[in-house]
């Protein structure tokens, strides 16, 4: 058993500030004290790996143990979800999943009360970056009540696109039909790029799109209608919210985030989430994190609990009243 000295010790040689001691932590065995494995359950490049970097790298320095990270896309993150949720409980493997994964997770199983902590163990939040609704110029709208009134006064007409059906682009789109009562022809794509092609040729008319859309809006060859979060964005301040621009009470969160196998010990997950607070406050995280489009807001485990499943709740709700299959 480790004393607390030695914990103590431990800390501060990885370059980190020493933790207040809980009991349950005291008098669990050092943690980590080998080899990490961060499972990535999408191809690499995509914004999950990237922004899943700064965390891995972080945690590497701070532990003085491999953190690596690894690869096992397929089935919209459903084939690496699963690959962890049924991994041993004890911290060394590890999920970087966005919202897709988990809900394909969610969405895979059939009890209608079902919650993400029967199957994982959510550890935090890293970044919940926003969406940002876009239309081609040649669209005579410029905000979202605009776009609400030209749907309604021309129905049928409008197309959007999405990186695929039953992705978080695409439902950001079913949730901005289900509260206005208007109605696009969805055009799903393969992927991100492929659909800012589309919208760019005048292919489709709107996009729900992540953030590295930015410099086609900031060209003009693309226009910005809002932002999808509940307030404007401090990496995006003049982009209004579709919420305070014709849709109250409209949000839609590309977040990503760190969990564990269910039952993995709580101070192993404590420590865990503590240490990714640590890791994402730094000015070198910060800025990668902002070349991203993203801000750091890592949060506890009960939190980020709370916030999943909520947010897992409301989106299948809306897929099941849309009749939108979330996993494969």
């Not at 349950?24 to 790996?49: C, E, H, K, W």
């Amino acid at each position: 058993m480790i004393s607390r000295r030695n914990l103590l010790l431990s800390s501060l040689l990885a370059g980190a500030a020493a933790p207040v001691l809980t009991p349950s932590l005291a008098q669990t065995p050092s943690y980590p004290n080998g080899p990490v494995r961060m499972i990535v359950p999408f191809p690499p490049g995509g914004a999950t790996d990237v922004i899943g970097r700064v965390v891995t790298h972080g945690l590497q320095g701070l532990w003085g143990q491999s953190v690596l990270q690894e690869y096992q896309p397929g089935a919209s993150g459903l084939i690496g979800a699963r690959r962890v949720a049924a991994s041993p409980p004890d911290g060394y493997t590890l999920l970087l999943s966005s919202t897709g994964g988990i809900l394909s997770l969610a969405s895979s199983n059939p009890d209608p009360n079902y919650k993400v902590t029967q199957d994982l163990a959510p550890i935090s939040l890293m970044s919940a970056p926003p969406y940002i609704l876009c239309v081609h110029p040649k669209l005579p709208v410029r905000s979202a009540a605009e776009l609400i009134a030209y749907a309604k006064a021309n129905p049928g007409k409008l197309t959007f696109g999405s990186s695929g059906a039953g992705t978080a682009t695409h439902l950001s789109g079913v949730l901005f039909q289900h509260m206005t009562g208007v109605e696009f022809l969805h055009v799903p794509y393969r992927g991100v790029g492929p659909a800012t092609t589309g919208l760019l040729g005048e292919q489709i008319d709107m996009l729900f799109a992540p953030v590295v859309i930015v410099p086609h809006i900031a060209s003009g060859k693309i226009r910005a209608v809002g932002v999808t979060t509940a307030k404007r964005s401090p990496l995006f301040p003049d982009i209004p919210t579709i919420a305070e621009t014709g849709l109250p009470g409209y949000e839609s969160l590309g977040w990503f985030g760190v969990f564990a196998p269910a039952k993995t010990p709580g101070a192993i997950v404590d420590r865990i989430s503590a240490d990714i607070g640590k890791v994402l406050v730094t000015p070198e995280s910060k800025r990668i994190l902002n070349d991203q489009g993203a801000e750091p807001e890592p949060n506890s485990a009960p939190v980020f609990a709370a916030f999943v499943n909520t947010e897992v709740k409301k989106w299948l709700d809306l897929a099941k009243a849309a009749n939108i299959k979330l996993s494969p």
